[in-house]
């Protein structure tokens, strides 16, 4: 007897084991389970990403026309100066130098000139008494033609000698900040062939300036005055707001795709944004406020044959007999860019848990849901399919998969056979 009593639990546990293995494993074979998502209301916006650089609105190089050692540096970076403010001053020995030069010569231009002056007058009165030739009148007053020739060179090599000295000092062209400093005191600057940058003046960093790179195929959505938010990478959760105001015409081809670069402005009064910084942008193209929202894994979604087959038969007993000529892959799965009239369809079960399909007319989508403009049988909260579950997935995965709040499955809904 006591053999007895043990050995039935045994068996009871055992089968309870086979049970259990049987609903686990088994019964996952025989059954489908499906993804939910919900159709909601909210706001919804076409948008075009793109990158770009932060620059401010107006930047200075400046530079110098002389050669020379810088002897005296007056600011440093993200200094404010103001237009006309001294910035720096190159080594002005041999400037000086010319310049005196230049005045000495001027002299001993102006005093030639003199001198042929008093020459000429004198010949002029020998000629007329006819002492002198007239070749050498005409040679007196040649000389001073040629004396007044060269004291005006040496005019203009007294001014020249000026204003290269004057090029040593280094003034501010514009009010702003200094960006960039490009020199050191004591170093030394060569302008032989271009004129080489010593600072950088930002105008105004109170309003930055974005050059997007967009490609050919979204530059005709892209129009003056749309609005634009852009982050960037030193603060990741904050937003920032701008205006384009310039779509240029010329193009560049990066990787055999043709560019164009598009001007945005922002205002930048807390001076978080820096030049360099990179912005990911997006283009505002439409917005919809307090509209449908699906998200575009239920336009996606694509019924096996078997469900097919469960939606033609109950079809054709609610139109009394007659079968529909739905056809699997003719319904428009969104996900790229909506066009006008577009069509798509939602599949649901119903309160019987009979599978049925709603033809949904589409609007605009961010890439992630989709407006619908209107449907038959769809409202706000309503669960429609998104997926089908892999049966390959273990149990516990796939009820934890399935349990998506607000969906039939969560609310103990259909589960449907094969």
Known sequence: MMKKKIFIPVIVLILLLLSSYYFFFTGDKKAQQFSFVQLTRG??????????????VTTVDVGTQVSGKITKLYVDFNDHVRK??????????????????????????????????????KNKVLYQKNYISELDYLTSQTNVEGALADMKAAQSALDRAITNLGYAYIYAPISGVIQNRAVEAGQTVA??????????IA???????????????????????????????????????GTVVQKRINSAVVSNVVNYTVVVNADNKDHFLLPGM??????????????????????????????????????????????????RGTWNQAGGKPQKSQFGRLWYFDQSGKIQMSGIVLGIT??????????????????VISG????????????????????????GGPRRGM
Not at 302 to 310: F, I, K, Q
Not at 401 to 410: A, D, T, W
């Open 43 to 56: 706001n919804i916006a076409q948008t075009i990403t793109a990158t770009g650089t932060l620059q401010a």
């Open 203 to 241: 105008e105004d960093l109170e309003q930055m300036e974005i050059l997007a790179s967009i490609d050919e195929s979204d530059i005709g959505q892209i129009g003056l005055g749309q609005k634009v938010d852009f982050s960037v990478q030193a603060y990741p959760d904050k937003k920032f707001w």
């Open 278 to 327: 990179t912005a990911t942008m997006d283009f505002f193209i439409q917005e919809r406020d307090s509209v449908l929202i699906v998200p575009n894994a239920a336009l996606r979604f694509t019924p096996t044959d078997e469900l097919l087959a469960d939606y033609k038969k109950e079809q054709a007993i609610q139109n009394g007999g007659k079968a529909d000529t739905i056809k």
């Open 191 to 200: 302008a032989s062939l271009s004129a080489p940058t010593l600072f950088t």
């Open 388 to 411: 089908i579950i892999d049966n390959s997935t273990t149990a516990s995965t796939a009820k934890q998969n399935s349990l998506i709040p607000g969906s039939p499955m969560g609310q």
């Open 366 to 383: 961010d890439g992630k849901n989709t407006e619908i403009i209107k449907g038959r049988n769809v409202k706000e909260g309503m669960s």
């Open 84 to 121: 006309g403010q001294l910035l720096a001053v190159i080594d002005t020995t041999n400037l000086v130098t010319q310049v005196n030069d230049g005045r000495s010569n001027l002299e001993k231009a102006k005093a030639a000139y003199h001198q042929a002056q008093v020459t000429d007058e």
